[in-house]
């Protein structure tokens, strides 16, 4: 039968057994932080994955070193670097773009793609030329026999940012590419085929799985901005799926539009998760409506994070339950000690770093108008003394 564009290599369960690794927001450039390729390479020792899933901002688009000498030349290096401890293992991988994978200084989308290419472990395509972004794609997992088709996989370009600077959204097209994939996938099993579904920016309905707390919360509460500002999150508990390490350390960064995504996975049941990055310091799970909201923590150490919860997201998949999945994060410090750490400086730095320039604004307000009282102050003070005299 003839399937929608976008769809890449078979994949088997083996043994019974499917390991994906999500790996988010290594947000580097060629000079690639090693205690970030340490954690990568020990995470593949420790799980062995048979799939690994890069769910966008792999590069710091802005990063100022990539414009120094050969663009092209550098962003090779940066992917080298992180792609390497696959490429020598063997282990196939896909990715989807972010934000800042947007942002490299005019290398473009599918020239990013090609570079990736280059390694014959990579599964990632194009996809659909019509569609609005680049690799909306899907990873069919068959039995180990490859005579049924058990489970899938989504990745979709969640694309960069508006005009105005806020997240983007995914579009309607894409919706109904994933719509129209959907029921090829059905025509094919008898049924609707279980999945997932991987992207970068988490869409609107993540502040539902969330609880207004009172300021006084901090440190368990996360600051809202824009449309929230003012306001404090915690995790709620009537929707969290406890696991080892759940945490909420910013507000969602989410499209200011509700494109209708979240209503269309949750259609027929078949996307038993919605799985994202992007917002570095949030790793849970929650289960809202029929399907599963999931924030994976980034693993990066030139970026902000969060300190030795830096993290790699693992999904088991059983070939005699294709209809759940089991999943939990493999931390940083669960295999090193603050003593590895190789760079600390950027460690100590990075651990503190805020979000976003709009979660530092706050401070920044008050810092300015402290200065401003006492800019008056000194003013008053330097004409009454004036006038005294």
Known sequence: MAFPAGKTADLRFKNG?????????????????????AFIEAALVEAKPDLVIFTGDQFKGYGVTLLVGDREDNYRKGIYNFIRPLWQRNIPFTFVFGNHDDQMFGIEKEKQLSMYQKYENCLTVAGDESLEGLCNHYLPIYSEDGKKLLFNIYCLDSLSTTLDGKCAHVTEGQIEWYRSVREALKEEAGDYVPSLLFQHIP???????????PKGNKPNAAQGFREHYGKFYDLDERYLVPGNC???????????????EYAACCEKGDVLAMVFGHDHNNSFVSQYGNTKLIYTQG???NIYGPKMNRGVRIFDLDENEPNTFKTHTLLYKDLFTPKDIQNKGKYL??????PSVESVLPTLKKIGIAAGIAAGVGITYAILKHCKK
Request: proline letters at 9%; one cysteine or more.
């Open 349 to 354: 730095m990075y651990s503190y770093a805020p």
């Open 17 to 37: 057994k499917f390991r994906i690794m999500q790996i988010a927001d290594i947000q580097d450039t060629e000079i690639t932080s090693p205690d970030t390729v």
């Open 203 to 213: 869409v609107p309905e993540m502040w539902d799985v969330l609880k207004e707390v």
């Open 246 to 260: 759940d945490f909420l350390g910013e507000t969602p960064a989410t499209p200011a539009v509700n494109s209708g």
């Open 299 to 301: 693993c990066g150490f």
